[in-house]
């Protein structure tokens, strides 16, 4: 069976070709990815208007690229999926509406994907592939979230952000230290030549004895500090991002050992933008290792939103059975959509 992916939830379009065979996992024959980011660089973040019009330009010729690389033709396909929500509404309408559009076309059935679902396995695409069950931390864009994952729909809520999520703190912190857009990755370099213990910035929530995530008073309190340093700002930039980045790091580390310990489970996944931070990933590899846990993390390529791990959470939740295609063509979007409300059990 091959399923077509088409991701078009914000500013990255993707589209992919995927290969069930037997019982293993799903394979990746080819994906291709545009992203916006030089065009909303000017106006410092998404332009959700822009967003969905430069989508209808690159879905097609993307998925003309998809097939060319994998040998295959739109024939082929037996089930186009796409991101359903949650997302931005006029950019998910984008891609629902070609996905339908083909599927009509090609009288073969549809599939709406959770864009959170699409990265919590999209580690099922790496190499070092993990097995059920797992502890998820999906640190992507808005959102900020503890999982506990007992196979595909099975979704058990351990914790979340109660207001900003830690890619918007990477964000917005970056923006404050005026930083290009988008600013996790800049801050994130930045960070590389800093010292993180030259700022005492607050970790809330850390010794909450829950695992809800709070980043919003991180945010104020890197906008007291940049306007504390005043001209000193440009001289101590980096020091700010090392110190910004520890606190963001330190929490979610914390966080998900907490996790790993409340659930008595060995197995981590990482998933979404944040999970391609260096330290992040160095962190937590060093404490997981000291604990006898093992870490998965997507690809890097991956991890940014792509039309493959909305191919792979089609195909994979087609293989398990709790959830069938449809040849009905009429679609709706989910612009807010929680992730535990797919949980089968």
């Known amino acids: 069976m091959f399923v077509l992916g088409i991701e078009s939830s914000c500013d990255e379009t993707g589209v992919a070709l995927v290969e069930t065979a037997g019982g293993g996992l799903p394979r990746l024959l080819a994906h291709a990815l545009h992203s916006q980011i030089a065009m909303h660089q000017d106006y410092g973040g998404v332009v959700p208007e822009l967003a969905s019009r430069d989508h209808i330009r690159r879905v097609l010729p993307l998925a003309r ?12 396909v037996d089930v186009v999926a796409y991101t359903r929500g949650p997302g931005l509404a006029g950019a998910l309408l984008v891609g ?11 009288s073969k059935p ?19 592939a993990p097995a059920f069950p797992f502890v998820a931390l999906l640190v992507s864009g808005g959102h900020t979230q503890l999982m506990r994952v007992d196979g595909v729909g099975r979704y058990e ?60 008073g991180l945010k104020t309190a890197v906008l007291t500090q940049a306007r504390k340093l005043g001209d000193e700002l440009e001289t101590r930039k980096a020091d700010l991002a090392a110190s910004t980045q520890a606190a963001i790091v330190e929490v979610l580390l914390k966080k998900s050992l907490a996790a790993i310990e409340q659930t008595g489970l060995d197995r981590l996944v990482v998933a979404g933008g944040v999970g391609a931070n260096r330290s ?24 940014t939103d792509n039309g493959a791990m909305i191919a792979m959470a089609a195909a994979m939740r087609l293989q398990s059975g709790i959830e069938q295609a449809s040849e009905r063509y009429a679609f709706d979007v989910k612009p807010r959509w929680p992730l535990a409300s797919l949980a089968t059990s």
């Open 65 to 76: 690229a998809v097939f060319d690389e994998a040998g295959r033709t739109l024939a082929d």
């Open 96 to 106: 629902a509406g070609v996905a339908c559009a083909l599927g009509a076309a090609l």
């Open 110 to 128: 549809v599939l709406g994907i959770h864009h959170l679902e699409g990265h919590l396995l999209s580690p099922f695409l790496s190499a070092d």
């Open 157 to 216: 809520l351990l914790g979340e952000t109660i207001d900003d999520a830690a890619g918007e703190a990477f964000d917005k912190s970056a923006k404050l230290m005026g930083l290009p857009y988008p600013g996790g990755p800049w801050l994130a370099k930045l960070a590389e030549g800093g010292d993180p213990a030259a700022f005492k910035l607050p970790r809330p929530l850390l010794h909450s004895g829950d695992l809800d995530f709070s980043f919003a």
């Open 280 to 303: 992040l990933r160095q962190q937590l590899n060093a404490a997981c290792s000291r604990k006898g846990v093992r870490v998965h993390y997507p690809e890097l390529h991956l991890c």
